[in-house]
């Protein structure tokens, strides 16, 4: 009874994770793009708490990992911000929320959301080793190579001149790092949610790599 009780929730939530991605293309491409744009915000928050829920996010453990990562992401964000380092000479626009010191909350979130779901996944491949840090590493950037041409567009960040290889790089460095970190931890999440989640968020900026709303 438990166990198809799991399974309604999972499925509710993989409904609204799709629903709101799929719904964002459309919206942004063929309808009222600003405002379903001036929403990103809204379908990353609420990505996040489908993850909380579902991942699930519970156990001490689980959410130490979620706060240090989301601290890492945040501060090598910052570095970049007010440096240039790590990933080149950028800021953030207004579109992704609340800041911290020029950082939204969001993105040190999205840091380690995106590093549960990637290592979920590479995981379930039963890849031996440390292979399968590399692979999630791997699939981060695979997602952010992606992400960047929309982003100038989306109000999420700019870059100044074209997106450096640097950033790229150190999106796999710090990737592989907190990858190594849960790796190490070993807490498990559920597949299924992580696989809809980054297909889901993989789908709509591999659509708009190739039509583009600027």
Known sequence: MREKKHWSY???GIFIIWLFHLSGILGIYFGDSQWFIDKSPLNLFIS??????????RRFKAFFLLFLFCGIGLFAEW??????????????????????????????????????????????TGLPGWTQPLLGAGLMVLLDIFMEKSAPAFGFWQFDGEVPLDNYLAWFGIGLL????????????????????????LLFFLFFYFFSIS
Do not use: M, R
Request: proline share 2%; net charge positive; glycine share 10%.
């Open 10 to 12: 999972a499925a509710i």
């Open 48 to 57: 996040l708490l489908l993850f909380l829920w579902l991942f699930p996010i």
């Open 79 to 124: 570095l970049g911000v007010h440096y240039g380092l790590l990933f080149g000479t950028y800021e953030y626009g207004e579109n992704l929320g609340v800041k911290l010191d020029g950082v939204p909350y969001l993105i040190g979130f999205y840091w380690a959301l995106l590093t549960f779901i990637t290592s979920a996944i590479s995981e379930k």
């Open 178 to 201: 907190l990858q190594l970190i849960l790796y190490f931890s070993k807490v498990k999440g559920n597949f299924k949610i992580s696989l809809h989640l980054y297909l889901a968020q």
